[in-house]
C-alpha cells in the first residue's frame, strides 16, 4: 500500500500545501484495505480454484485456507478475517457445526466481527434453516458465478444477508410458515419478521413505491439476482441496484431478504 508523505521544507517555518502538492494529492489514489477472507473448504481443486478467482478480483485478499473445521477455526481465531467463506460438507465437523461453535464463542460486541458465508451445494430446507440457526451471515450455492459471489461477499461483509435466488423461497417459506419460530426469533438482523404496525404503514403511504419499483420487488420475492432481474425487466444491472436501493429506504429495510419479507406481510406482494 503507497503511503503518502509530506516532506517538511527545510526552513523551520510551518509545513503547508501549495498548489502543486494539492494536484499530487488529488491525482493519487488512496487504496483502502482490501477485504480479508478466509476459505474452509476440504475439496482442493474446489478450494485451489476459489483462492485463484477470488486472488483475481479487485479488494479482495484470501488470507488463509483450510481443509478441515480444526483447522478453520484455528485460523478464524488466529487471523480474524472479515469473511470466512466454509462448505458444510466438512470431515472432522461439518460447517453448521463450525459456524455455531465459532459464533457461540463470540459475543455482538466484539469488533472487528468475522461474518460467516456458506458455500454449499446442500440446498436442502433442513441445512439452509439448520445453517442460519447456526449464525451463518449468508447462504451461497457453489455454482454462483465469481460475480455473484463477490456481490454476496460485499454484502456479507457490510452487516446484511445475501441468500442464494436458489434457496431464498424456502427462507420465505419458513418465515410465512412459522413467524416465531425460533430461527425467525434468533436471526432477527438476517430476516426481520416484525409484523406491519401503523407507524410501517404511515412510511408505505408517505414514500408509495412506483410501479417499476413494484416489479422489482416482486421479483426480489422470488429469489432473483440483480441480473436476473434486469433480463426480465430489460434495464441495466446498474439500474436495478438504484431501484433496489430506493426499494429498502421507502421500506426501512436494511436488506433485499428484509424487503421481502416485509412486502409478503404488507400485502405489497402476495
Aim: overall charge negative.
Amino acid at each position: 500500500m503507497k503511503i503518502l508523505q509530506i516532506r517538511e521544507k527545510e526552513s523551520n517555518s510551518p509545513t503547508s500545501l501549495n498548489d502543486q502538492d494539492k494536484t499530487n494529492l488529488s491525482s493519487e489514489t488512496l487504496m483502502v484495505s482490501p477485504m480479508r477472507v478466509v476459505l474452509i473448504e476440504d475439496h482442493n481443486l474446489t478450494r485451489m480454484g476459489l483462492q485463484a478467482a477470488l486472488q483475481e478480483q479487485d479488494g479482495i485478499e484470501v488470507v488463509g485456507e483450510a481443509a478441515n473445521a480444526t483447522q478453520g477455526l484455528k485460523l478464524l481465531e488466529s487471523l480474524k478475517p472479515d469473511v470466512a467463506i466454509v462448505d458444510i460438507g466438512l470431515p472432522d465437523m461439518d460447517g453448521i457445526d463450525l459456524t455455531r461453535k465459532f459464533k457461540s464463542s463470540h459475543t455482538d460486541t466484539q469488533e472487528p466481527q468475522t461474518r460467516v458465508l456458506i458455500l454449499t451445494m446442500h440446498d436442502s430446507e433442513d441445512a439452509v434453516l439448520a445453517a442460519f440457526a447456526a449464525g451463518a451471515d449468508s447462504y451461497c450455492m457453489k455454482d454462483i458465478e465469481i460475480e455473484q459471489l463477490v456481490e454476496a461477499l460485499e454484502v456479507t461483509q457490510e452487516g446484511n444477508a445475501w441468500i442464494d435466488p436458489a434457496i431464498a423461497s424456502i427462507v420465505l417459506r419458513q418465515v410465512k410458515r412459522d413467524p416465531s419460530s425460533e430461527m425467525a426469533a434468533n436471526q432477527d438482523r438476517t430476516v426481520k419478521i416484525d409484523g406491519v404496525g401503523p407507524e410501517y404503514e404511515q412510511v408505505i403511504e408517505a414514500y408509495p413505491l412506483t410501479e417499476r419499483e413494484l416489479e422489482v420487488l416482486e421479483l426480489i420475492v422470488a429469489g432473483a439476482s440483480n441480473a436476473a432481474i434486469a433480463d426480465k425487466l430489460y434495464i441495466t444491472v446498474g439500474t436495478v441496484k438504484t431501484h433496489v436501493r430506493n426499494i429498502l429506504n421507502k421500506l426501512c429495510v436494511d436488506d433485499r431478504t428484509q424487503a421481502a419479507v416485509h412486502a409478503l406481510r404488507s400485502g405489497l406482494i402476495t
